[in-house]
């Protein structure tokens, strides 16, 4: 007869109550996966409780994106128009164009005038908002302004390649009823501006970086008026555009400016 160890019911005592699982103890199947969706309203799976508490706090304020602060003039508006600023471990301040930098984040309005006061040193908005010492320059604005001229262009390329874009005076007239979005270029001339205002039926036109630039992004001669249909890469577009414009200041061709540009060719659709 063999002798009963002290080990036996220790071990018998674990495989009652220890669930199934990889060790083998019970049984080598794996055990039932949860479903993340179950018991919660569609699309909602993923979502920790953190998030559904900011939502329902946004839905009773009635607004539908993240509210942020500007640290200067202390306005308030959606996070997507804004800037946000990070800080690196030397101190060091720039700007974060896509918000996924991680750590504490300081939001500026997009506007010159915010940009260039909360730059200055003695203003302390990023040493307060970081609650650390912070090092800005003068050169931080510059780099914050090509960094989002750059981020316009580059979402002009996308629409491009995803053929979403309309290109040229003529084919934006053509087509403007299904156009969501229409922007001319910076060194546009006053008579070719007039002439699109007419086709467009006087409809508002943001403000995009010169022809070469746009011509450029979009694989082409240059480009001088541009159109987009709805959609998200299109709003994404729009926002870029409104940081971009309001702390690139006012627009340095205007109704009143000479032409700089020719009026036929220049902002016909490239060439393929």
Not at 58 to 77: F, H, K, M, N, Y
Not at 95 to 113: E, I, K, Q, S, Y
Not at 124 to 149: I, K, N
Request: proline content about 7%; some cysteine; glycine content about 12%.
């Amino acid at each position: 007869m063999r002798r009963k160890t002290r080990a036996e019911p220790v071990r018998a005592a674990v495989v009652a109550c220890q669930p199934p699982c990889y060790r083998g103890c019970v049984s080598s199947s794996p055990p039932p996966l949860r479903n993340p969706t179950a018991g919660r309203p569609d699309g909602a799976a993923g979502k920790t409780h953190r998030d559904r508490k900011k939502g329902r706090r946004r839905s009773a304020l009635g607004v539908d994106e993240p509210q942020r602060s500007c640290i200067v003039c202390r306005a308030t508006g959606p996070a997507a128009t804004m800037l946000r600023f990070a800080r690196s471990a030397d101190g060091a301040v720039g700007l974060d164009v896509a918000g996924r930098l991680p750590g504490r984040g300081a939001w500026v309005c997009a506007a010159a005038r915010c940009l260039e006061k909360a730059v200055e040193p003695k203003h302390g908005g990023f040493a307060r908002a970081f609650d650390a010492p912070c090092l800005t320059t003068a050169a931080l604005t510059a780099s914050v302004r090509a960094t989002l001229r750059a981020d316009v262009l580059s979402r002009l390329g996308l629409l491009r390649r995803a053929g979403a874009l309309v290109l040229g005076r003529e084919e934006v007239g053509r087509r403007v009823e299904g156009l969501a979005l229409l922007a001319l270029a910076d060194d546009l001339s006053a008579g070719s501006r007039r002439e699109v205002a007419e086709l467009v039926g006087g409809r508002a036109c943001e403000r995009l970086p010169t022809m070469a630039e746009v011509g450029a992004a979009v694989g082409g001669r240059p480009v001088g008026v541009v159109g987009a249909p709805a959609g998200g890469a299109t709003t994404a577009l729009a926002r870029a555009i409104a940081r971009w414009s309001g702390v690139e200041g006012s627009a340095s061709v205007g109704d009143d400016a000479p032409a700089t540009v020719a009026d036929e060719d220049d902002d016909a659709p490239p060439s393929p």
